[in-house]
Protein backbone atom coordinates (compact mmCIF):
# COMPACT_ATOMS: atom_id res chain seq x y z
CA UNK A 1 0.00 0.00 0.00
CA UNK A 2 1.42 3.51 -0.96
CA UNK A 3 1.89 6.07 1.85
CA UNK A 4 0.37 9.12 1.15
CA UNK A 5 2.29 12.42 1.30
CA UNK A 6 2.45 14.45 4.15
CA UNK A 7 2.84 17.81 1.85
CA UNK A 8 1.11 18.45 -1.22
CA UNK A 9 2.36 21.14 -2.97
CA UNK A 10 -0.39 23.24 -5.53
CA UNK A 11 0.58 24.28 -8.76
CA UNK A 12 -1.24 25.96 -11.72
CA UNK A 13 1.00 26.71 -14.64
CA UNK A 14 0.03 28.85 -17.80
CA UNK A 15 2.61 29.07 -20.60
CA UNK A 16 5.98 29.47 -18.63
CA UNK A 17 7.58 25.94 -19.45
CA UNK A 18 11.31 27.40 -18.30
CA UNK A 19 10.11 28.47 -15.17
CA UNK A 20 8.21 25.87 -14.35
CA UNK A 21 11.13 23.26 -15.27
CA UNK A 22 12.82 25.58 -13.13
CA UNK A 23 10.86 25.16 -10.47
CA UNK A 24 10.57 21.76 -10.50
CA UNK A 25 14.22 21.28 -10.26
CA UNK A 26 14.17 23.33 -6.93
CA UNK A 27 11.66 20.85 -5.80
CA UNK A 28 13.77 17.49 -6.10
CA UNK A 29 16.71 19.64 -4.53
CA UNK A 30 14.11 19.75 -1.35
CA UNK A 31 15.71 18.20 1.88
CA UNK A 32 12.07 16.90 2.70
CA UNK A 33 10.84 14.32 0.83
CA UNK A 34 7.26 13.32 1.77
CA UNK A 35 5.16 15.48 -0.85
CA UNK A 36 3.48 15.15 -3.96
CA UNK A 37 3.41 18.09 -6.66
CA UNK A 38 -0.40 18.38 -8.53
CA UNK A 39 -0.01 20.47 -11.86
CA UNK A 40 -3.18 21.93 -13.12
CA UNK A 41 -2.36 23.44 -16.73
CA UNK A 42 -4.55 25.95 -17.41
CA UNK A 43 -5.47 25.26 -20.54
CA UNK A 44 -2.08 26.61 -22.05
CA UNK A 45 0.55 24.82 -24.25
CA UNK A 46 1.20 21.27 -23.08
CA UNK A 47 3.83 20.85 -20.25
CA UNK A 48 4.45 17.18 -20.03
CA UNK A 49 7.49 16.95 -21.62
CA UNK A 50 8.74 19.33 -18.95
CA UNK A 51 7.14 17.01 -16.00
CA UNK A 52 8.57 13.80 -17.65
CA UNK A 53 11.85 15.18 -17.38
CA UNK A 54 11.67 14.67 -13.11
CA UNK A 55 10.78 11.28 -12.59
CA UNK A 56 11.75 11.17 -9.55
CA UNK A 57 9.00 13.56 -8.37
CA UNK A 58 5.62 12.08 -7.46
CA UNK A 59 3.12 14.45 -10.10
CA UNK A 60 -0.52 14.28 -10.88
CA UNK A 61 -0.64 16.62 -14.22
CA UNK A 62 -4.18 17.56 -15.80
CA UNK A 63 -4.94 19.34 -18.67
CA UNK A 64 -7.95 21.69 -18.69
CA UNK A 65 -9.43 22.11 -22.10
CA UNK A 66 -10.62 25.35 -20.86
CA UNK A 67 -9.04 28.35 -19.24
CA UNK A 68 -10.71 28.68 -16.43
CA UNK A 69 -8.40 31.08 -14.35
CA UNK A 70 -5.30 30.55 -11.89
CA UNK A 71 -7.99 30.61 -8.69
CA UNK A 72 -10.22 27.93 -9.87
CA UNK A 73 -7.11 26.09 -11.70
CA UNK A 74 -5.60 26.24 -7.96
CA UNK A 75 -9.26 25.09 -6.55
CA UNK A 76 -9.04 21.98 -8.53
CA UNK A 77 -5.57 21.23 -7.54
CA UNK A 78 -6.62 20.87 -3.97
CA UNK A 79 -9.52 19.06 -4.67
CA UNK A 80 -6.99 15.99 -5.68
CA UNK A 81 -4.30 16.87 -2.89
CA UNK A 82 -3.60 13.83 -0.55
CA UNK A 83 -1.15 15.45 1.97
CA UNK A 84 -2.52 16.27 5.27
CA UNK A 85 -0.81 19.82 4.45
CA UNK A 86 -0.79 21.92 1.65
CA UNK A 87 1.88 23.84 0.15
CA UNK A 88 1.22 26.49 -2.68
CA UNK A 89 3.30 27.76 -5.49
CA UNK A 90 3.32 29.98 -8.40
CA UNK A 91 4.81 28.48 -11.39
CA UNK A 92 7.46 31.08 -11.66
CA UNK A 93 8.60 31.25 -8.24
CA UNK A 94 11.21 28.98 -6.45
CA UNK A 95 12.12 27.90 -3.11
CA UNK A 96 15.31 27.09 -1.46
CA UNK A 97 16.66 23.26 -0.79
CA UNK A 98 15.60 23.52 2.77
CA UNK A 99 12.27 25.30 2.80
CA UNK A 100 9.70 22.20 3.05
CA UNK A 101 11.57 20.77 5.43
CA UNK A 102 11.74 24.38 7.55
CA UNK A 103 7.74 24.69 6.89
CA UNK A 104 6.96 21.57 8.23
CA UNK A 105 9.11 21.81 11.46
CA UNK A 106 7.09 25.59 11.85
CA UNK A 107 3.50 24.28 11.65
CA UNK A 108 3.02 22.12 14.54
CA UNK A 109 1.68 24.72 16.51
CA UNK A 110 -0.04 26.46 13.76
CA UNK A 111 -2.40 26.33 11.04
CA UNK A 112 -0.61 28.14 8.23
CA UNK A 113 3.03 29.10 8.45
CA UNK A 114 4.68 31.52 5.70
CA UNK A 115 7.56 32.86 5.49
CA UNK A 116 10.04 35.69 4.25
CA UNK A 117 11.15 36.26 0.43
CA UNK A 118 13.59 37.55 -1.69
CA UNK A 119 11.92 39.74 -5.04
CA UNK A 120 14.42 38.82 -7.59
CA UNK A 121 14.53 41.32 -11.10
CA UNK A 122 15.69 38.49 -13.95
CA UNK A 123 16.83 38.34 -17.36
CA UNK A 124 16.90 35.29 -19.77
CA UNK A 125 20.02 33.77 -21.35
CA UNK A 126 19.65 30.46 -23.43
CA UNK A 127 19.48 28.17 -20.45
CA UNK A 128 16.93 30.26 -18.41
CA UNK A 129 16.45 33.23 -16.13
CA UNK A 130 19.53 34.77 -14.24
CA UNK A 131 19.51 37.24 -11.56
CA UNK A 132 20.26 40.74 -12.17
CA UNK A 133 18.62 42.13 -8.63
CA UNK A 134 17.50 40.57 -5.39
CA UNK A 135 15.84 42.64 -2.74
CA UNK A 136 14.84 41.10 0.91
CA UNK A 137 10.98 41.06 1.54
CA UNK A 138 10.41 40.53 5.49
CA UNK A 139 8.00 42.10 7.65
CA UNK A 140 6.21 41.59 11.11
CA UNK A 141 3.10 39.86 11.22
CA UNK A 142 0.11 41.51 12.78
CA UNK A 143 -3.33 41.12 11.72
CA UNK A 144 -4.20 45.20 12.04
CA UNK A 145 -1.12 45.61 9.88
CA UNK A 146 -2.20 42.55 7.13
CA UNK A 147 -5.76 44.53 7.12
CA UNK A 148 -3.92 47.76 5.76
CA UNK A 149 -1.29 46.04 3.19
CA UNK A 150 -0.58 42.19 2.96
CA UNK A 151 2.83 40.93 3.09
CA UNK A 152 1.72 37.66 2.63
CA UNK A 153 3.15 36.20 -0.42
CA UNK A 154 1.12 32.83 -0.87
CA UNK A 155 4.16 31.08 -2.50
CA UNK A 156 5.45 28.41 0.07
CA UNK A 157 3.35 28.72 2.50
CA UNK A 158 2.06 25.71 4.31
CA UNK A 159 -1.42 25.02 5.98
CA UNK A 160 -3.43 22.25 6.99
CA UNK A 161 -6.03 20.96 4.05
CA UNK A 162 -8.19 20.75 6.74
CA UNK A 163 -8.93 24.47 6.70
CA UNK A 164 -10.95 24.05 3.77
CA UNK A 165 -13.33 21.89 4.99
CA UNK A 166 -13.93 24.55 7.48
CA UNK A 167 -13.47 28.04 5.23
CA UNK A 168 -13.82 26.44 1.88
CA UNK A 169 -12.21 26.58 -1.32
CA UNK A 170 -10.11 29.82 -2.69
CA UNK A 171 -12.77 32.81 -3.41
CA UNK A 172 -12.29 32.74 -7.77
CA UNK A 173 -14.89 36.17 -7.09
CA UNK A 174 -11.58 38.07 -6.24
CA UNK A 175 -9.81 36.63 -8.82
CA UNK A 176 -6.58 38.60 -7.89
CA UNK A 177 -6.83 39.00 -4.17
CA UNK A 178 -7.43 35.26 -3.90
CA UNK A 179 -4.24 35.17 -1.53
CA UNK A 180 -5.17 38.06 0.98
CA UNK A 181 -8.93 36.70 1.12
CA UNK A 182 -7.85 33.14 1.62
CA UNK A 183 -5.16 34.58 4.67
CA UNK A 184 -7.86 37.19 6.30
CA UNK A 185 -10.53 34.37 6.25
CA UNK A 186 -7.49 31.70 7.80
CA UNK A 187 -6.80 34.65 10.44
CA UNK A 188 -10.76 35.02 11.62
CA UNK A 189 -10.35 31.72 13.52
CA UNK A 190 -6.93 29.92 13.32
CA UNK A 191 -3.67 30.53 14.42
CA UNK A 192 -1.16 32.10 12.06
CA UNK A 193 2.64 32.02 11.94
CA UNK A 194 5.44 34.34 10.20
CA UNK A 195 8.83 32.32 9.37
CA UNK A 196 12.25 34.51 9.44
CA UNK A 197 13.55 32.98 6.98
CA UNK A 198 13.83 34.18 3.49
CA UNK A 199 13.17 30.39 1.77
CA UNK A 200 10.80 31.64 -1.22
CA UNK A 201 12.37 33.33 -4.36
CA UNK A 202 9.18 35.58 -5.50
CA UNK A 203 9.76 36.19 -9.31
CA UNK A 204 9.42 39.67 -10.65
CA UNK A 205 9.67 40.08 -14.62
CA UNK A 206 7.84 43.40 -14.88
CA UNK A 207 4.61 43.07 -17.60
CA UNK A 208 4.39 39.17 -17.23
CA UNK A 209 4.03 39.38 -13.60
CA UNK A 210 0.48 39.52 -12.35
CA UNK A 211 1.16 41.20 -9.29
CA UNK A 212 2.61 44.12 -11.37
CA UNK A 213 -0.22 44.78 -12.90
CA UNK A 214 -2.68 47.40 -11.78
CA UNK A 215 -5.50 48.08 -14.25
CA UNK A 216 -9.29 49.16 -13.58
CA UNK A 217 -10.54 45.35 -13.67
CA UNK A 218 -7.55 44.61 -10.73
CA UNK A 219 -9.29 47.44 -8.72
CA UNK A 220 -12.85 46.28 -8.91
CA UNK A 221 -11.87 42.40 -7.22
CA UNK A 222 -9.75 45.43 -4.77
CA UNK A 223 -12.97 46.49 -3.91
CA UNK A 224 -14.87 42.89 -3.70
CA UNK A 225 -12.24 41.90 -1.40
CA UNK A 226 -12.41 45.68 0.71
CA UNK A 227 -16.37 44.99 1.10
CA UNK A 228 -16.06 41.59 1.86
CA UNK A 229 -13.72 42.13 4.86
CA UNK A 230 -14.81 45.30 5.89
CA UNK A 231 -11.15 47.07 5.04
CA UNK A 232 -13.01 50.34 3.65
CA UNK A 233 -11.10 51.90 0.45
CA UNK A 234 -7.78 50.50 -0.18
CA UNK A 235 -5.42 51.16 -2.81
CA UNK A 236 -4.27 49.59 -5.95
CA UNK A 237 -0.07 48.45 -4.65
CA UNK A 238 1.45 45.34 -5.38
CA UNK A 239 3.90 43.49 -3.44
CA UNK A 240 7.03 46.01 -4.68
CA UNK A 241 4.93 49.15 -4.06
CA UNK A 242 3.96 48.50 -0.59
CA UNK A 243 7.48 48.46 0.37
CA UNK A 244 7.53 52.48 0.30
CA UNK A 245 4.35 52.50 2.27
CA UNK A 246 4.97 53.81 6.03
CA UNK A 247 2.83 51.51 7.82
CA UNK A 248 4.66 48.38 6.11
CA UNK A 249 7.99 50.15 7.00
CA UNK A 250 7.31 50.25 10.36
CA UNK A 251 7.01 46.59 10.61
CA UNK A 252 9.91 45.38 8.59
CA UNK A 253 11.89 43.34 9.90
CA UNK A 254 14.80 40.94 9.56
CA UNK A 255 15.35 37.58 8.40
CA UNK A 256 18.01 34.94 7.45
CA UNK A 257 18.80 34.69 4.07
CA UNK A 258 19.90 31.24 2.56
CA UNK A 259 19.88 32.04 -1.47
CA UNK A 260 22.92 32.59 -3.01
CA UNK A 261 21.47 34.02 -5.50
CA UNK A 262 21.67 31.49 -8.56
CA UNK A 263 18.57 30.12 -9.94
CA UNK A 264 19.33 25.99 -10.96
CA UNK A 265 18.26 25.40 -14.90
CA UNK A 266 15.58 23.56 -15.75
CA UNK A 267 16.87 19.87 -16.70
CA UNK A 268 16.95 20.03 -20.76
CA UNK A 269 14.76 18.34 -23.26
CA UNK A 270 16.75 15.30 -23.91
CA UNK A 271 15.13 14.77 -27.20
CA UNK A 272 14.85 18.24 -28.80
CA UNK A 273 17.30 18.85 -31.98
CA UNK A 274 20.45 20.88 -31.03
CA UNK A 275 20.61 22.13 -34.19
CA UNK A 276 17.07 23.60 -33.93
Known sequence: MKTKPIISVILPTYNREIPL?????????????????????DAGESVRSVIERYPELS????????????????????????????????????????????????????????????????EWNEWGRV????TVFAYEYTLEGMRSFSSYIPSGSLYRRSLHEEIGLFDGDIHNY???????????????????????????????????QLNSKRGAYLQKLCEKHGLGQLPQKNFWDIRSEPEVQARETTTTIVWDGVIIPARPNETKNPNG
Do not use: C
Open 21 to 41: GELLQSLVLQTFSSFEVIIVN
Open 59 to 122: IRYEELTENVGHVHARNRAVEYAQGEYILLMDDDDLLVPTHLETMYEAIHDADLVYSDAEIFHY
Open 131 to 134: VTNR
Open 178 to 212: WDWDFFLRVADQHRIKRVPIAGVLYAWGGSGNQSA
